[in-house]
């Protein structure tokens, strides 16, 4: 999932294909064929704890994968389209396991120097930085149940240690409408069943961005970020 919204940007990248001759290799786009090549750091010491807590949810929430956290480095860039001469920045995304550590409460262990600093294209070495994180939730799991995600730049964790997502009760657990009715779709195929739509909320910042009568309607997820000292 990026920011999970910027976390999932880099998979929406376009890249041009290579020549389909010389096998499977040669048919990966040029983007992909590059970020085989980032490396993980085999001895990671910045160690860091996100602890994500749903407060007041409108019923049972269920984590739907891992952590997901962003890391680019931006001293670095590559070509990712040799016609247009596209480039973009070196950009990878480590999964993190998440374990539950009581009732509505989960944690995550992420590395800040997960990636390994290496000279990848014969122009100095790129520094890895840690960018952004997300993971997210749904009722019990069903894809026409909403999503509610949970992601952000990291700098905003770093500076602030604490950030609350806030979203609208009437999203629990599918997408409605203002008057209260689930919100339908077919897929556009005459004759097909209307189903709940698998909408995806990524939450507000602040619950000055609702509405006044949706405001005593919200619950909220927070965030904190907590060093794990040697």
């Known amino acids: 999932m990026k920011p999970f919204t910027s976390l999932l940007t880099a998979a929406l990248l376009s890249a041009a294909s290579l020549s389909a001759c010389g096998g ?14 980032f490396q993980l750091n085999p001895h990671p010491t910045k160690a860091y ?18 952590m997901y956290v962003g890391y680019t ?6 070509v ?11 950009h990878k995304d480590i999964p ?21 600093d290496e000279d990848y294209f014969g122009k100095g070495v790129c520094k890895w930085e ?31 240690k604490t950030l609350t997502k806030y979203y609208w009760k009437a999203r629990y657990p599918y997408y409605r409408n203002e008057d ?14 209307e189903r709940a739509i ?5 939450g507000s910042d602040s619950i000055n961005d609702f509405g006044t009568k949706q405001r005593k309607n919200l619950f909220n997820i927070t965030v904190t970020l907590e060093e794990m000292k040697p």
């Open 198 to 202: 698998g909408y995806t909320e990524f």
């Open 49 to 66: 704890r996100i602890k994500i807590k749903i407060n007041d949810a409108p019923g049972p929430l269920k984590l739907i994968g891992d």
């Open 80 to 90: 990712i389209n040799e016609f247009e001469g596209a480039s973009t920045n070196p």
């Open 130 to 160: 840690v960018e952004n994180f997300g993971t997210a939730f749904k009722a019990t799991g069903k894809p026409e149940e909403t999503t509610f995600n949970v992601s952000d730049v990291m700098e905003k964790l770093i500076e602030k």
């Open 180 to 193: 209260g009715s689930i919100a339908l779709q077919n897929d556009g195929i005459e004759g097909m069943p």
């Open 96 to 116: 993190n396991k998440i374990r539950q550590i009581g009732q509505d409460e989960y944690e995550s262990i992420i590395y800040f120097d997960a990636m390994q």
């Open 73 to 78: 480095a931006q001293n670095c860039s590559y």
């Open 24 to 37: 499977s290799e040669n048919r990966m786009s040029i983007q992909e064929q590059t970020e085989k090549r």
